[in-house]
């Protein structure tokens, strides 16, 4: 290790301060990165959803793994909703 390696190891990094700018939105700020995924993601929620429902629409009962499937399927949603609607982009636009 060189000596201008070694005094750029010790030094520390930037501190986040109250001025400090705030981190990229997710994707970007790329709407149709955003609108493409989240969709996707919504896609497969429905799909990941139909399996245990058509078991239940023949009047089984719903086991454990079907009750996992369905909260599964209800955690790809949210997460696709968080990506379509990106509330930390929001968030970070509204400040003054």
Not at 29 to 53: D, E, H, K, N, T
């Amino acid at each position: 290790m060189s000596a201008r390696g070694a005094e750029a190891a010790a030094e520390p990094g930037p501190v986040a301060g109250p001025g400090a700018a705030s981190p990229r939105p997710l994707f970007g700020g790329c709407w149709s990165c955003r609108l493409l995924s989240g969709a996707g993601l919504l896609m497969a929620a429905i799909w990941v959803y139909q399996g245990p429902r058509s078991a239940m629409r023949k009047g089984l009962t719903p086991s454990m793994g079907a009750i996992a499937q369905i909260t599964f399927a209800a955690g790809l949603a949210g997460w696709a909703i968080v990506i379509l609607a990106d509330p930390v982009g929001r968030w970070q636009r509204r400040e003054p």
